[in-house]
């Protein structure tokens, strides 16, 4: 997104080169903007703002509430799921007859709240680096 002194310097310059000569669509190509973006910016005289950030959006009917988030979070740290991932925890659960959310939400919600870093009693995987006790400076120096 452009912010406004940026549009407002870019609608300046073009303007600027259109003054000295220069044609509006090659001056928009020149500023890189297409010639559709530069009258969306510049109605009236007046220089446009972006109105996306101040958009009002709806909410969507189906979005899980605060209780319900905290419900699965609560049930991820019960003790039989607590070392387990979202596509064990949610066919397990179905398993017993009892549907919460989607594996998707399982994984939004809890990488939202900084627990989906490795579920698991195993250890998180590590890089090693390669051996460099064993030098060969010659054929059938060093075998494996």
């Given at each position: 997104?452009?912010?406004?002194?940026?549009?407002?310097?870019?609608?300046?310059?073009?303007?600027?080169?259109?003054?000295?000569?220069?044609?509006?669509?090659?001056?928009?190509?020149?500023?890189?903007?297409?010639?559709?973006?530069?009258?969306?910016?510049?109605?009236?005289?007046?220089?446009?703002?972006?109105?996306?950030?101040?958009?009002v959006r709806m909410?969507?009917?189906?979005?899980?509430?605060?209780?319900?988030?905290?419900?699965?979070?609560?049930?991820?740290?019960?003790?039989?799921?607590?070392?387990?991932?979202?596509?064990?925890?949610?066919?397990?659960?179905?398993?017993?007859?009892?549907?919460?959310?989607?594996?998707?939400?399982?994984?939004?919600?809890?990488?939202?709240?900084?627990?989906?870093?490795?579920?698991?009693?195993?250890?998180?995987?590590?890089?090693?680096?390669?051996?460099?006790?064993?030098?060969?400076?010659?054929?059938?120096?060093?075998?494996?």
């Open positions: 997104m452009t912010t406004l002194p940026e549009r407002q310097l870019i609608v300046e310059l073009i303007q600027e080169a259109v003054q000295s000569g220069a044609r509006l669509s090659k001056a928009c190509a020149e500023a890189q903007i297409a010639l559709r973006t530069y009258r969306r910016w510049f109605k009236a005289g007046v220089v446009q703002t972006d109105l996306r950030p101040e958009a909410t969507p009917a189906n979005k899980l509430s605060d209780d319900e988030q905290n419900a699965i979070i609560e049930l991820c740290n019960q003790r039989p799921f607590v070392d387990l991932p979202p596509t064990q925890i949610v066919p397990t659960l179905m398993d017993q007859g009892v549907y919460v959310a989607s594996e998707s939400s399982f994984y939004r919600i809890l990488k939202k709240n900084g627990q989906l870093h490795h579920r698991g009693k195993s250890r998180a995987p590590q890089r090693s680096s390669a051996p460099s006790t064993h030098i060969a400076n010659g054929p059938c120096e060093v075998w494996c």
